[in-house]
């Protein structure tokens, strides 16, 4: 069995990824010069000049042998000269001055992922880094999101502004309600890694945008670096049910689909409610709830889940045991509103 975390993996696999791009520039850099150099052996008697140069004026200065404002800087204009005479060659043949310098795809890091501070104060990762992260992350977590880009997205217009009980089902309007509950989602993603942080139960009608903020959730945790994996329920406990059944006699099974669910950041379980009630797949969502528990602030595992159900027809339509451990691990959260679907038509 494999212990190594997921998150570890995807740094692993990242590094690999800048490491070829680098290699990549670096290699053809190479190849312009080496043909370079033999249409112009000049320029290779010029870069190991420089280097003689540039080694004798290092040891003077190591020594101490020379007095400062001699020999020194004899070589550095030495070294000067020559540099002029490649930018000469270079440019006279109809050549960039930085021909010979790598192309990396990012000049931020040259393709290193990392940016050292010139204070000394800890390397900082580079935004292409992050994007490459984030792609990862995305890739891997089932989202088909592409237009969120989180919180950002998120609009509360769309919820109407007037209060109707008798419609919406609470006092509030539906626009103060959501309001709310976005600025407790918001809470939520800043305070991911804390174990005092509960789940997240969505509930209410089709259409009022729960597996639209599960997505802004999971786009910020991404972003922040977190790993997301996201199911509807029935796709879940078919997973689970492929993983029970059929990984012992199937070769080409992937354990790491049913580990992920248990190793994942975030996990989403949308609509639960639609799969079929069965026995077995209550105690596996308990048990899937039971081991994604953690206390370590450096591994945080949190759940949320989304349903169409009311609450009290929940409480019916599932197991006791299931409804005491979402009421005990999960805020919940009323979604109310008109159908958004039928708004943006
Ligand atoms: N707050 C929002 N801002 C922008 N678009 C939204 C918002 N909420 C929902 N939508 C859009 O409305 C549609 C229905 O929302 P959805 O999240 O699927 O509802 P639910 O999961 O509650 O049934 C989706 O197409 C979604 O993209
Ligand atoms: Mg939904
Ligand atoms: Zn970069």
Same mark, same amino acid.
């Given at each position: ?67 400062? &404002?001699?020999?020194? /800087?004899? $070589?550095?204009?030495?070294? =000067? ?7 000469? *060659?270079? @440019? %006279?043949? &109809?050549?960039?001055? /930085?021909? $010979?310098?790598?192309?990396? =795809? ?7 992922? *990392?940016? @050292? %501070?010139?204070?000394?104060?800890? /390397?900082? $990762? ?14 891997? @977590? ?204």
């Amino acid at each position: 069995m494999i212990t190594i975390s997921i998150s570890y993996s995807i740094h692993q696999m990242i590094k690999n990824e800048l490491d070829i791009k680098r290699r990549k520039a670096m290699d053809e850099a190479e190849a312009k010069k080496a043909d370079l150099y033999q249409r112009f052996p000049r320029l290779g008697e010029i870069e190991d000049e420089i280097h003689s140069a540039g080694f004798r004026y290092n040891k003077a200065i190591l020594m101490g042998t020379v007095p400062a &404002g001699s020999a020194v /800087d004899e $070589l550095s204009d030495t070294i =000067e000269e020559l540099r002029k005479e490649r930018e000469h *060659i270079l @440019s %006279s043949n &109809g050549y960039p001055a /930085d021909y $010979l310098k790598p192309e990396f =795809e990012c000049s931020k890091c040259s393709d290193t992922g *990392i940016i @050292s %501070s010139s204070s000394g104060e800890g /390397d900082t $990762l580079c935004i292409c880094y992050r994007q490459l992260l984030l792609d990862h992350l995305y890739n891997n @977590s089932n989202l088909c999101i592409s237009g969120n880009e989180g919180f950002a997205s998120f609009n509360t217009d769309l919820y109407p502004d007037e209060p109707d009980e008798k419609r919406y089902g609470i006092k509030k309007s539906p626009r103060r309600q959501i309001i709310g509950i976005l600025e407790d989602c918001r809470q939520f993603t800043e305070n991911f890694s804390d174990p005092e942080v509960k789940n997240l139960l969505f509930c209410g009608p089709t259409g009022t945008g729960k597996t639209f903020m599960a997505g802004c959730i999971a786009m910020e945790l991404m972003k922040a670096g977190h790993t997301v994996l996201y199911f509807t329920a029935p796709a879940l406990f078919n997973t689970i049910y492929e993983y029970r059944y059929k990984s012992g006699n199937n070769d080409e099974w992937d354990p790491s689909a049913y580990r992920n669910i248990l190793e994942t950041e975030l996990l989403i379980i949308d609509d639960l409610g639609t799969e079929a009630p069965t026995a077995t797949r209550y105690s596996e969502l308990l048990s899937i709830l039971d081991s994604r528990i953690s206390n370590d602030t450096h591994r945080p595992r949190k759940t949320i889940i989304s349903t169409n159900i009311d609450l009290r027809s929940l409480f019916e339509y599932y197991d006791e045991r299931i409804v005491s451990r979402i009421t005990g691990g999960f805020d919940i959260y009323r979604f109310a509103g008109d159908d958004i679907r039928s708004i943006l038509r």
